[in-house]
């Protein structure tokens, strides 16, 4: 039987204080080197788009946010004809 999961790898090079300190703190944990590091760039990836592909409001930002969601609004002419195009496109 064949592994379907696809894998691939990730090479770079580092100084040989920052590897070691790596090692150590992998050993500290009681993962090996590449369990520790892969769980590390995941977090850190993690946060990374978190922080970019969210939004945070105040308190009155996000109570407006909600009241303009509220609104009814009108659709204009581009949008009942984009709207019209879709049915059409669909059926």
Known sequence: ???TRERDRLDFRLDRNIKR???HAASL???SVSTFALAAL???ANSVIAEHEAIA???E???E??????REIKPNRQLRRAA???AETIE
Do not use: C, P, W
Request: aromatic share 4%; hydrophobic share 35%.
């Open 57 to 59: 409001l105040n308190a």
């Open 29 to 31: 944990a009681g993962q």
């Open 42 to 44: 995941v977090r850190e």
């Open 65 to 70: 946010f909600l009241k303009r969601l509220d």
């Open 84 to 86: 019209k195009r879709h």
């Open 21 to 23: 300190k790596i090692e």
């Open 61 to 63: 930002a996000s109570r």
């Open 1 to 3: 039987m064949t592994n």
